[in-house]
């Protein structure tokens, strides 16, 4: 079966950092694209990271630049986002997702294939 699973939120305080985890199984992380989303209440959801499939591209959204950071380590079929210097705007429910082709960047959710269900981060001020 093949699944995505998100994990390693929580409450953090402003200037906090907190590093959420998408172990993939069924299939091989590695050869696919992955995303890691959000979506705040009332807001739509959002790509704010991406990394292809081999790593060998990796988009960020200006918001989190020089403050999350993506990584995979293929053994444990897993990929990565570290947050950094976490802002009260930055509270929603995190999401991953893979893909094996997207049609841009950012990439649209409706290019992923699987979907992990969501991990709430909230960063309190």
């Known amino acids: 079966e093949v699944q995505l699973q998100a994990s390693g939120g929580g409450l953090v305080q402003a200037g906090g950092s907190l590093r959420l985890s998408c172990a993939a199984s069924?299939?091989?992380?590695?050869?696919?694209?992955v995303g890691w989303f959000r979506q705040a209440p009332r807001k739509e959801r959002e790509a704010i990271y991406f990394?292809?499939?081999?790593?060998?591209?990796?988009w960020y959204a200006d918001s989190v630049g020089g403050r999350f950071t993506i990584s995979s380590d293929n053994a444990k079929n897993t990929v990565y986002l570290q947050m950094n210097r976490l802002k009260p705007e930055d509270t929603a429910v995190y999401y991953c997702a893979a893909a094996e082709v997207v049609t841009g960047y950012p990439p649209p959710p409706e290019s992923m294939d699987y979907w992990g269900k969501g991990t709430q981060v909230t960063v309190s001020s």
């Open positions: 069924g299939f091989t992380l590695d050869d696919y694209g």
């Open positions: 990394i292809s499939n081999r790593g060998t591209v990796t």
